[in-house]
């Protein structure tokens, strides 16, 4: 009897997974047809989506309109194509999540490890200050960069998101800080270590899991951001989020959608690449600081 009860209980399980499985692969599927449809059009001729089969394979198989989006796609008035545009935004987004992220770490050793009166107060307003609406800081921001000198620059970009990003940074650091033992601490202030021997040698070493999740989060909203790079940056310093617009709304009498497609790829395909490679360290880093031991 309790043979075929186990018996019944394993068939039961295996049956509970397949279905379990098939609508998750239902979903996996409904969630990656927009990116079905970007590819296989992006490596269409033009006038094969005009002709309507949008969702079917490619008949001829080409590159050219990856090509065009890259190197001489019309942006605007000039036919320069979205490669200017994204190394403009690789020197934005490497410094920006460089210096965010540092400075994180810095704020998150202070209150956690060198606290003073008022830091809890001060950590509330850093807090605050992530959930402070995008259109609110853009008129000070403007106003502010012109005062430095920094209307239109890359730098000028840079420091609005890392102005912007450092509230998030601090938080992650300050949470993983927190669990940190501060015996290890005060047992190196003993040995005559002072404030930035201690971070450089001790947390920093050990600040892996975060210091990713830190660099992917800010990573990420860097290189997706479209309202401070349309309101901030100048004509040579725009990202590849604005380039990509100009892309989309330029017309030349012809809509290329194979070169919009295409295009969007490129734009998409940094942060892709980054949730493809360092995803998986996401959740281990936010999850690192959560339990003490």
């Not at 009860?5 to 609508?23: C, K, P, W």
């Not at 730098?155 to 509230?167: A, P, S, T």
């Amino acid at each position: 009897m309790s043979v075929a009860t186990q018996d019944t209980a394993i068939r039961t399980g295996r049956v509970s997974r397949t279905l379990i499985y098939l609508v998750l692969l239902l979903f996996a599927l409904f969630y990656m047809l927009p990116l079905y449809v970007m590819v296989v059009n992006s490596v269409k001729p033009l006038d094969e989506i005009t002709g309507g089969g949008m969702m079917n394979l490619p008949k001829v198989f080409t590159l050219d309109p990856w090509a065009k989006a890259w190197s001489s796609a019309q942006i605007g008035v000039d036919p320069t194509g979205l490669k200017p545009y994204f190394w403009n935004s690789i020197k934005m987004v490497v410094p920006a999540v460089a210096i965010s992220t540092v400075l994180g770490a810095l704020n998150g050793y202070v209150l956690t490890k060198w606290r003073f009166r008022g830091d809890t107060i001060l950590f509330g307003l850093m807090l605050f200050a992530c959930f402070i609406p995008f259109q609110i800081v853009l008129i000070p921001m403007a106003r502010m960069l012109g005062l430095m000198g920094l209307a239109g620059t890359t730098w000028g970009l840079v420091l609005v998101h890392v102005v912007y990003g450092i509230g998030f940074t601090t938080l992650y650091f300050r949470n993983y800080y927190a669990v940190f033992p501060t015996e290890l601490v005060r047992a190196a202030q003993i040995d005559g270590a002072g404030f930035f021997q201690i971070f450089w040698r001790i947390l920093l070493p050990s600040s892996g899991p975060i210091a990713v999740v830190s660099i992917i989060w800010q990573f990420t909203n860097i290189w997706n951001d479209f309202l401070f790079g349309a309101s901030f940056a100048g004509a040579d310093s725009q990202p590849m989020t604005v380039a990509l617009n100009n892309l989309v709304q330029s017309s030349t009498g012809v809509k290329e959608y194979n070169v919009h497609f295409a295009g969007a790829i490129l734009a998409a395909l940094p942060t892709l690449l980054v949730y493809i490679v360092a995803g998986r360290y996401f959740v281990r880093g936010l999850m690192a600081g959560s339990v003490k031991g």
